[in-house]
């Protein structure tokens, strides 16, 4: 039996309101109007879709080894380098095992629940596990209709063989080049395609065939179906599930009017949502869209009781602070050109050599353990920093990355330029040792005392605008 072994997922903390977008639009396009209720999940300035693929890793791991896994697939059309391999970036970051393939899937919104089934295919024959993690964060013109649909986030699933909390049963795949939208090499937006056009031609001739397929590769039947996950407009999803047989009591709540639609990552943090709360023996058929349909069914099993808690999804969704600045989601964008001033121009070249060298201590957070005395630290040095002690080359691999910290001292600074001023850093301890001058990031006003617990987060330091280069690091948290 193979399937599903792990869950997480991970949503921006700040929350965009749509009504925010519709008055700010309205003067030229009061149709709109009609869109403004809920709201949408939007990315930090120093986020992206490999920030938040991290994110969503680690809350799937949810603290647990990583020993066994084969294969490392990450599903996006928005990951920030299309020549660098953004899998390999997570695999850095999270300590994955290097020996494990990472492969970039991409150029599709259905990539999400392809990679889904590559990897259950990949896993005939092999006792390895494989993460497959699928993260968007798609830009939509200002004051347009995407606008208002898109969301930020991000899911990741484990696949193997023990442990499984829903077997997989099978497939039912069509692949058709029907452009609902599409966006090439020179463009920054998708292009869509008339609503109408996309639900009759598209959604209701080619999902029918895709579940028609999976019944016929399963033998399941309309009615066992107790779960249907159909990542697309609540009445499309409703004539659908007739159309198929489908009752419309099994159609899960899409999530748009919390979090917006996710692109390749929406299928997944759906899926995600519902393992968080599924009892066993119900049987699930995910549905993924974009230039055909994927279809999946799956069997969730009594391990599934067992299910470590983590923050989830649902957690995610809890955790939110409500944004009405249009002009700032603007700004972090690059929808407007702001004037960042002089200390804005300083040259953040970075040398790719020595983030190589460093790469343990950079993208993995990783310092050091005196074997001799125990001390930690970070960085690591070749004498430990423990006055008693001062070891020479007896400092071993630590990482800092999940171990609880505290603030020690912080400071907002107006000067130092920053996306989203003031720029706020300071010092963080570790439980068990270990100081960091780190950033702080998603923290509201009168959030950050002395003594507050945090956490570190994978995030984006600066970018390089010249050389159009991101650089990632770790910044702390505040933990709610």
């Known amino acids: 039996m193979i399937g599903i072994t792990g869950f997480g997922g991970y949503i921006p903390r700040r929350r965009l309101s749509r009504r925010s977008i519709v008055d700010a639009n309205k003067w030229f396009n009061p149709a709109l109007a009609s869109m403004a209720k809920g709201e949408r999940a939007v990315c930090n300035w120093d986020e992206d879709a490999l920030t938040m693929a991290v994110e969503a890793t680690r809350d799937c791991l949810n603290g647990a080894p990583v020993d066994g896994l084969g294969a490392i697939f990450l599903c996006s059309t928005s990951t920030p380098f299309r020549d660098r391999l953004n899998a390999g970036i997570l695999r850095a970051a999270l300590q994955l095992p290097a020996d494990a393939l990472a492969l970039d899937f991409a150029s599709c919104l259905r990539a999400g629940t392809s990679g889904l089934i590559g990897a259950l295919m990949a896993l005939s024959g092999t006792d390895r596990r494989i993460l497959c993690v699928a993260s968007d964060k798609r830009r939509a013109k200002g004051g347009s209709v995407q606008e208002l649909q898109y969301g930020d986030g991000a899911a990741a699933i484990i696949l193997g063989a023990d442990g499984v909390i829903a077997e997989y049963m099978g497939r039912g795949q069509v692949a058709e080049d029907f452009i609902d939208h599409y966006r090439t090499d020179e463009m920054v937006f998708d292009y869509g395609w008339e609503e109408r056009w996309i639900r009759e031609a598209g959604y209701r001739e080619i999902v029918p065939r895709a579940v028609e397929a999976l019944f016929a590769s399963t033998g399941l039947k309309p009615g066992d179906v107790h779960h249907l996950i159909a990542p697309m407009p609540r009445s499309v999803a409703k004539q659908l599930a007739r159309a198929v047989g489908i009752g419309e009591e099994a159609l899960r709540d899409c999530l748009d ?103 343990d201590m950079i993208t993995a957070l990783v310092g050091g353990c005196c074997r001799q005395c125990g001390t930690v630290q970070y960085p690591k040095s070749e004498i430990c920093v423990n006055p008693n002690c001062r070891a020479d080359g007896t400092q071993e691999p630590y990482s800092f990355r999940d171990v609880p910290a505290r603030i020690q001292s912080w400071t907002a600074d107006n000067l130092i330029y920053c996306p989203d001023p003031p720029q706020r850093f300071g010092m963080v301890g570790f439980e068990g040792g270990g100081r960091l001058l780190v950033d702080f990031t998603d923290a509201e006003e009168g959030e950050l005392k002395i003594g507050a617990p945090v956490r570190m987060a994978f995030r984006i330091k600066e970018h390089d605008r010249v050389r159009g280069f991101a650089k990632y690091f770790w910044k702390a948290v505040p933990q709610a």
């Open 257 to 359: 009017a919390q979090l917006g639609d996710c692109g390749t990552a929406h299928p997944l943090l759906m899926l995600a949502d519902l393992l968080q709360e599924a009892e066993p023996d119900r049987t699930i058929v995910l549905l993924g869209w974009g230039q055909g349909c994927d279809a999946l069914a799956f069997r969730t099993t009594d391990a599934i009781k067992q299910v470590t808690p983590r923050l989830g999804v649902k957690g995610h969704l809890a955790r939110r602070t409500q944004d009405t600045n249009y002009t700032r989601h603007l700004a972090f964008n690059q929808l407007m050109v702001l004037n960042h001033g002089l200390r804005a121009e300083t040259d953040r070249s970075t040398s790719l050599s020595a983030l190589y060298r460093n790469r």
